[in-house]
């Protein structure tokens, strides 16, 4: 067996150690702690924002006084409403209230059609439609309507979205008194049509909710 010089038998035995020492270190679990985690599927996956399909009633909408609405000429002067004849429920910071009435074309005398509604409601909007039908069937039946209040039923909404419906208080078979309501994300309101038909006063409601709703 060949007898090798001092120096190369040093530089191997370096090396074979150094080669002992990197094999340990990769197979080592502390070392292997050390790394920062991957990412897990669940966590990117509550991370990821939400989707949800686009709709026409999506996002926030605010109500203000329109000078005509749906063809409609607000009423003006001492005639005109100038207080809230509906409790509209509980007002914070940053709602709007619209209290208006209505005058036909060529109207200048009788009862107005009488429209009530609040923005950037906190709660469900469908819960504050109920709370300002109750209150207007309650001012209608105050005020020359008479009879027992239909069920609702659903009208094409406009182009805001959201729902509308409209019931009436029979009089008689053929003139009575309409209530409609719409709600969306954020707003809800009411109107009262004297001497109409659900059918009108929601196609009404829709052309006024146009001039009201922004």
């Known amino acids: 067996m060949p007898i090798l010089p001092r120096a190369l038998l040093a530089a191997t035995a370096l090396a074979t150690a150094l080669a002992t020492t990197l094999t340990l270190t990769a197979c080592d679990p502390a070392a292997e702690a050390e790394a920062p985690p991957a990412p897990s599927a669940a966590s990117a996956t509550v991370s990821a924002p939400a989707s949800s399909p686009s709709h026409a009633g999506s996002g926030k909408h605010t109500l203000a006084e329109a000078t005509t609405a749906g063809g409609l000429t607000k009423a003006t002067g001492a005639d005109a409403v100038s207080d809230v004849p509906v409790d509209p429920g509980e007002m914070r910071d940053g709602m709007h209230l619209v209290v208006a009435d209505y005058n036909r074309a060529g109207q200048t005398s009788g009862r107005r059609i009488l429209f ?3 923005d950037s409601v906190p709660e469900d909007p469908n819960k504050r439609r109920e709370h300002l039908w109750r209150g207007l069937i309650d001012y209608a039946l105050q005020n020359g309507s008479t009879g027992t ?6 009208y094409q909404p406009g182009p805001f979205g959201g729902s509308l419906e409209c019931l009436s208080l029979p009089e008689s078979a053929s ?3 309409v209530i409609c309501g719409w709600s969306d994300t954020t707003t809800a309101a009411v109107a009262l049509f004297p001497r109409t038909t659900p059918a009108d ?4 409601f829709a052309a006024m909710r146009a001039d009201l709703e922004h």
């Open 201 to 204: 006063a929601a196609r009404l």
């Open 149 to 154: 209040p239909t069920t609702a039923k659903p």
């Open 116 to 118: 009530v509604g609040v």
């Open 175 to 177: 003139t009575t008194d």
